[in-house]
């Protein structure tokens, strides 16, 4: 069965270093997102990313924060200077058709990101 | 705006108990409500969804009714297994927008 696979499971990092997340998503979907989880906290949407462009982001994602579809197949996040803040598990989704049709959305296993 | 509020977990149940998991919500219109779950070293995946009052998303002898009127929908399945061991998120959309707000999750552990 096809599935939403993501790199690095973990990945601790000093504060004010850059971090690239990868996703690679169901190969015939068309829209991506990231979502994060403070650890106890809920689970937040970051971004949401159609034909080659961001089609929604909230108030976390500000300029540290940018997304990438560099070669067809992986979607990445980048965190430009990471915050202490920032430490979270993050989980990319993927869905074939727009969301509101079908409110299905295909999650990955997360990345653990921790920021020391 | 919208949030999520779930019972806090973990859960712990003995196989074959009855499970309710409570999840209110606060929304602008008319949200879709959807319970995802995780089950261990794999990502979120969709479990059941309800998109209008008074629906019942039903789904592996999990259900659960959109309740406009108290605002809630809560997951309930009559007897458990070890293999429901998982964590449950609760979640809605509204607009006909792309995104999901989610509760904090509730994580379910059922022991033999």
């Known amino acids: 069965e096809p599935e939403v696979t993501q790199t690095p499971s973990h990945q601790v990092t000093q504060m004010g270093q850059e971090v690239i997340l990868r996703c690679v998503p169901i190969?015939?979907?068309?829209?991506f997102y990231w979502y994060r989880q403070i650890l106890g906290q809920k689970v937040e949407f970051l971004v949401s990313?159609?034909?080659?462009?961001?089609?929604?982001k909230s108030e976390i994602f500000d300029d540290q924060f940018s997304v990438e579809r560099p070669d067809g197949s992986n979607f990445t996040l980048k965190i430009r200077s990471t915050k202490l803040e920032d430490s979270a598990m993050y989980f990319c989704a993927s869905s074939r058709d727009m969301f509101a049709n079908t409110g299905e959305l295909f999650f990955g296993e997360g990345s653990r990101l921790t920021v020391l | 705006g919208n949030s999520v509020t779930q019972m806090e977990g973990p859960v712990t149940l003995s196989e074959e108990a009855f499970l309710t998991i409570n999840c209110t919500y606060t929304?602008?219109?008319?949200?879709?409500l959807f319970w995802y779950v995780q089950y261990p070293g794999e990502g979120l995946q969709l479990l059941l969804k309800a998109t209008k009052a008074d629906d019942k998303g039903s789904n592996k002898g999990f259900e659960a009714t959109y309740r406009k009127e108290t605002t809630s929908f809560h997951l309930e399945k009559g007897s458990v297994q070890v293999s429901d061991s998982a964590v449950y998120f609760c979640a809605l959309s509204t607009g006909g927008g792309n995104k999901l707000t989610f509760g904090t999750g509730t994580q379910l552990k059922v022991e033999l």
């Open positions: 990313f159609y034909n080659n462009e961001i089609s929604e």
């Open positions: 190969s015939n979907h068309l829209y």
């Open positions: 929304a602008t219109g008319y949200p879709s």
